[in-house]
């Protein structure tokens, strides 16, 4: 198959999909095209786009390829959909991002870090499948252990859990969260002085909400809904 052809199948493929679809199964429905093709030609596509400053860009997320509307334009889409984007209390983020970082984690483990009773933070979380059940820990009275899904990288546009922010970056801090209620954010400010006034918090949190707020703020419209 021509790379031209190929490109503009896999665009169809992406569009109709709306959601991130894996190289494996796009390797299925090209039979006759090696899966090194497939992902040359998502590549080449993902920076073809991008260059082009188009309002849709193709990312790896969660695991596989998706088209995404541009964050700058963030603020057009939802007048569009005449709706808010989800969004997260602080102790829902607070817990995906203790989750993130120190998966597989247990309740306890959990409630520990966090200082109080997380069983309906957990049931929230479980129900929007952001978090999952991973099994139990061997441990007295087997408690259930929790890791992060597909939908938790897909929202927070991630590649996968290597792309968290670095933990040694939390100064870049959580500002962006209260930045994102009103407009997009394509960059977050150092404020070494809030820092200092800021309250404590897991570590995980402040870092898992200044990336994580930047992100989802044009990441959470898709190219199709």
Known sequence: MEEERLKSILESLLF???????????????????????????????????????GISIEEVAGGYQMRTAKEHAAWVRK????????????LVETAAIIAYRQPITRPEIEHLRGVDSGGVLETLLERRLIRIEGRKEAPGRPIVYGTTPE????????????????????EIERA???????????????????????????ETAAFESEGAARTQGNESKARE
């Open 177 to 203: 969260v209260e930045q994102a209620e009103t407009k997009p954010i394509e960059s977050v400010e150092k404020m070494p002085d809030e820092v200092e006034a800021a309250p404590q918090q897991p570590a």
């Open 80 to 91: 569009l959909l005449a709706a808010k984007p989800p969004r997260l209390s602080r102790p």
């Open 16 to 54: 109709a999909a709306g959601e991130p679809v894996s190289l494996a199964k796009l390797a299925a429905i090209f039979e006759d095209v090696p899966r090194a093709t497939i992902q040359k030609s998502l590549t080449a596509m993902a920076t073809a786009y991008a260059s082009e400053n188009r």
């Open 152 to 171: 938790f990288l897909e929202l927070f546009g991630l590649r996968d859990l290597e792309s968290l922010p670095d933990l040694s970056e939390f100064r």
